[in-house]
């Protein structure tokens, strides 16, 4: 089992910065993809952005240019560096472990309202 505590939502200006943080526990493999994911009020999920273990980095193409993500593999974290917010980048952000199968934080908001 794995779990997942995420920080760092809440309600920020368009235009505005929000730096997200996952921490991991439990059975963490040395190989694995963490990352984030989002989902706005009536639609479904989406991919915002992910990491392997060796480094290799996947965005949503809605974020490139404006979210960076990062990992820590020693403390088992990941960030989520959010700028140039939009108001469709409203939506609860849960952080995701994948190694065989997939482990889900329990979601942080993300307003983004003027």
């Known amino acids: 089992q794995v779990q997942l505590v995420e920080s760092g939502g809440g309600l920020v200006q368009p235009g505005g910065s929000l730096r997200l943080s996952c921490a991991a526990s439990?059975?963490?493999?040395?190989?694995?993809?963490m990352g984030w994911h989002r989902q706005a009020p009536g639609k479904q999920r989406e991919l915002v952005a992910t990491i392997t273990s060796g480094g290799n980095i996947n965005y949503h193409d809605s974020v490139k240019g404006r979210f960076i993500i990062s990992r820590d593999g020693a403390k088992n974290t990941v960030t989520l560096q959010m700028n140039s917010l939009k108001p469709e980048d409203t939506a609860v952000y849960y952080c995701?472990?994948?190694?065989?199968?997939?482990?889900w934080g329990k979601g942080t908001l993300v307003t983004v309202s003027s």
């Open positions: 439990g059975s963490i493999f040395s190989i694995n993809t």
């Open positions: 995701n472990y994948h190694f065989v199968v997939d482990y």
